[in-house]
């Protein structure tokens, strides 16, 4: 099966830095990526599929980008309500495995 | 309003059993592939299952492989996860989530609040 491993865990920024999350897959799994954001007590929310497409309504301070294995998850301006866990899936095949979320946090 | 609403869940054994249901409502259901994924206490997401649009094909994570069967009413507009064999590692919220595109296998783009599963004595 294929893994996905994110990095870092966690991170520190503060507001209005540029932060960048990284998803490294095992074997390519072309662009069938997506990226997932968690708030503290709330449900996942979609964030970008197909690596690079922002789901309706996301904040055009997120963007996508990568394909085969590497894949960056990036937000601008970190805003205080950017705080949250991001996972990425891989949905080319199954299992539709997460990576292990990286813990975003302000400074 | 597209809504998905869990229940089912609550305190079991291990061994025991437990089905799931995921109420649909906002969309048609019968379009969308399906899928159940969990997240234990503190941790991280993990897929755990997902059906096709008809029922006839369904894919397992291996954790549940054998012991958890996903089946789905398109009739009554609900989801299922049908639990046996319970283990403490099955502790977790349980969430089902809709795939976004039509009859694939895509990303969740609709996700339930979840429902606990706790297995203990």
């Known amino acids: 099966d294929i893994q996905m491993t994110q990095s870092p865990s966690s991170l520190s920024a503060s507001v209005g830095d540029r932060v960048t999350i990284t998803c490294r897959a095992s074997q390519g799994i072309s662009n069938y990526l997506a990226w997932y954001q968690q708030k503290p007590g709330k449900v996942p929310k979609l964030v970008i599929y197909?690596?690079?497409t922002l789901q309706s309504g996301v904040p055009s301070r997120f963007s996508g980008s990568g394909s085969g294995t590497d894949f960056t998850l990036t937000i601008s301006s970190l805003q205080p309500e950017d705080v949250a866990t991001y996972y990425c899936?891989?949905?080319?095949?199954?299992?539709?495995?997460f990576g292990g979320g990286t813990k975003v946090e302000i400074k | 309003e597209v809504q998905l609403l869990e229940s089912g869940g609550g305190l079991v054994q291990p061994g025991g059993s437990l089905r799931l249901s995921c109420a649909a409502s906002?969309?048609?259901?019968?379009?969308?592939?399906m899928s159940w994924v969990r997240q234990a206490p503190g941790k991280g997401l993990e897929w755990v299952s997902i059906i096709s649009v008809s029922g006839g094909d369904t894919y397992y994570a291996d954790s549940v492989k054998g012991r958890f069967t996903i089946s789905r009413d398109n009739s009554k507009n609900t989801l299922y996860l049908q639990m046996n064999s319970l283990r403490a590692e099955d502790t977790a919220v349980y969430y089902c989530?809709?795939?976004?595109?039509?009859?694939?296998?895509?990303?969740?783009?609709?996700w339930g609040q979840g429902t606990m599963v706790t297995v203990s004595s």
């Open positions: 989530a809709k795939v976004w595109v039509p009859a694939g296998y895509d990303a969740f783009d609709i």
């Open positions: 906002g969309f048609t259901f019968r379009h969308y592939a």
């Open positions: 899936q891989k949905y080319n095949s199954v299992p539709l495995t």
């Open positions: 197909a690596a690079s």
